[in-house]
């Protein structure tokens, strides 16, 4: 009864938790490394779409986490699923349609 009360008289926070600088920082290097490979995509080599991710997210980790090459492998797993978590969540709610345009520019060049 008193939590009913109390919720009636406290102004609701919003939802949410404020994002973190590295997770901003981390999303932007993401969306840019996605933009270059979709833009050089056309006339030059480049790997498979797979194995330039694994190397973009190789070159975030060293940017955005201090310390990544001295972590041991449990908290390595950990920081780095937790960013990439976050980071997918973060592009999501923004509404970011990268892949789509990647995937519209690759059917154009195989056709």
Do not use: H
């Not at 790997?47 to 694994?54: G, I």
């Not at 990544?68 to 973060?90: C, F, H, I, P």
């Amino acid at each position: 009864m008193v939590r009913l009360f109390r919720a009636g008289l406290l102004p609701r926070g919003k939802a949410g938790r404020k994002l973190e600088e590295r997770t901003a920082v981390a999303a932007g290097l993401f969306v840019a490394g996605m933009e270059e490979y979709a833009t050089r995509r056309s006339g030059v080599s480049l790997p498979s779409l797979r194995l330039y991710q694994r190397t973009l997210w190789q070159r975030i980790y060293c940017e955005v986490l201090p310390g990544v090459e001295r972590m041991d492998k449990l908290t390595w797993q950990y920081r780095t699923g937790t960013l990439r978590r976050n980071v997918k969540a973060y592009l999501r709610r923004q509404g970011c349609k990268w892949s789509r345009g990647i995937a519209e520019e690759l059917v154009s060049t195989i056709d």
